[in-house]
């Protein structure tokens, strides 16, 4: 099996940080957007290992990762997986759908 990459959109990247912002200035202490990163890392290696086990959207061909409070929203093409989204699941699903409607040049 072809080695993968991994690409986060910038949008993804922009969401990512957002989130760990909030979450240090609210809590005032690294812990929790530490253990954010964890999780997205350990999750981020389950997509690259296995990206067609999880399920699809009706997005552009995106496909969901579920980690609790936050979702990653991805898709594969070829040997790349983009990161589309990075998603805290508390916040509208409307803007959601906006986002992945968006071209991220994948």
Same mark, same amino acid.
């Given at each position: 099996?072809?080695?993968r @990459?991994?690409?986060?959109?910038?949008?993804? /990247? &922009?969401? #990512?940080? #957002?989130?760990? /912002? $909030?979450? #240090? !200035?609210? *809590?005032?202490?690294?812990? $929790?957007? =530490? @253990?954010?990163?964890? #999780? +997205? /890392?350990?999750? +981020?290696?389950q997509? +690259? *290992?296995?990206?067609?086990? $999880?399920?699809?959207?009706?997005?552009? =061909? *995106?496909? %969901?990762? +579920?980690?609790?409070?936050?979702?990653?929203?991805?898709?594969?093409? =070829?040997?790349? %997986? $983009?990161?589309?989204?990075?998603? /805290? *699941?508390?916040?509208?699903? &409307?803007?959601? &759908?906006?986002?992945?409607?968006? &071209? !991220?040049?994948?």
């Open positions: 099996m072809a080695e @990459k991994i690409i986060w959109t910038a949008t993804a /990247d &922009k969401q #990512l940080q #957002l989130i760990l /912002d $909030y979450w #240090l !200035d609210r *809590n005032k202490s690294a812990e $929790y957007p =530490n @253990k954010i990163l964890r #999780l +997205v /890392d350990e999750y +981020v290696e997509i +690259v *290992n296995r990206p067609d086990s $999880y399920r699809l959207t009706e997005h552009r =061909n *995106n496909r %969901v990762c +579920v980690m609790g409070t936050f979702s990653i929203y991805f898709k594969r093409i =070829n040997s790349i %997986v $983009y990161i589309t989204s990075f998603w /805290d *699941n508390r916040q509208n699903p &409307k803007r959601l &759908k906006r986002i992945l409607r968006r &071209k !991220d040049g994948t």
